[in-house]
Each structure stands twice: as C-alpha cells, then as structure tokens.
Nanobody, 124 residues
Framework: QVQLVESGGGLVQAGGSLRLSCAASGRTDSTYAMGWFRQAPGKEREFVAAITWSGRSTSYADSVKGRFTISRADAKNTQYLQMRSLKPEDTAVYYC?????????????????WGQGTQVTVSS
C-alpha cells in the first residue's frame, strides 16, 4: 500500500503562483509513476500532469501546458506541481495519484493510489 498526502493548496489571485507537493509513504520501493488530477464542482476528475518514475518524461493537459510544471524529488517519493499564471478556471480540488510502472499515465482509471486532495482557489 502507498499513502499519498498533498499540501500547498490555497487561495491566490489570478496571475499568481502556487506549488503543490505530494509525499508518498508506505511501500515505495517499487517504480511508481505519479500524476496530478483536478476536480471542479459539478465536473468529472480530469488529468493535469504526469511524470515517469525516472522523472525524465512528462505529460500535460493542453489547458495547463506552458503554465504548470510537474517534477519529482531525487528520492522519487515526492512530486511537485508548480503552477504559474493561474486562472479562475484552474479552481478545483487537486489530487495526487500514483501507480506502479515505468511510463507516464494520463487517465484516472490507470491509477490505483490517490491522495485526499487539496483545494486551489483562484480569484479574479
């Protein structure tokens, strides 16, 4: 089992920045791919960004490309989402996700470990 804990959410004005963190604990001795998803009220959970276990390959949703950067620590058990030029439409609960594997994964159903979520609110 792997436990994921997100942190770093909050309230920010449009154009501002936030950095989310996700710390993994438990059985982290395997190769885990990680990702970020978000869910706005009344909408389905959607892909934001993903990163391979090595950290060398990443993928982004078109809506955040060029504004968000996903990365992971050298120890591999922590990932980050640096969010810049935030827009009101980025407002959502952001979830950290993990699964075993060497690639990156962009679909909700591909992940089997999830954090509890952290709220990001962008005011206009």
């Amino acid at each position: 089992q792997v436990q994921l804990v997100e942190s770093g959410g909050g309230l920010v004005q449009a154009g501002g920045s936030l950095r989310l963190s996700c710390a993994a604990s438990g059985r982290t001795d395997s190769t885990y791919a990680m990702g970020w998803f978000r869910q706005a009220p009344g909408k389905e959970r959607e892909f934001v960004a993903a990163i391979t276990w090595s950290g060398r390959s990443t993928s982004y949703a078109d809506s955040v490309k060029g504004r968000f950067t996903i990365s992971r620590a050298d120890a591999k058990n922590t990932q980050y989402l640096q969010m810049r030029s935030l827009k009101p439409e980025d407002t959502a609960v952001y979830y950290c996700a993990a699964r075993t594997g060497l690639s990156y994964y962009t679909r909700v159903e591909e992940y089997n470990y999830w954090g509890q979520g952290t709220q990001v609110t962008v005011s206009s």
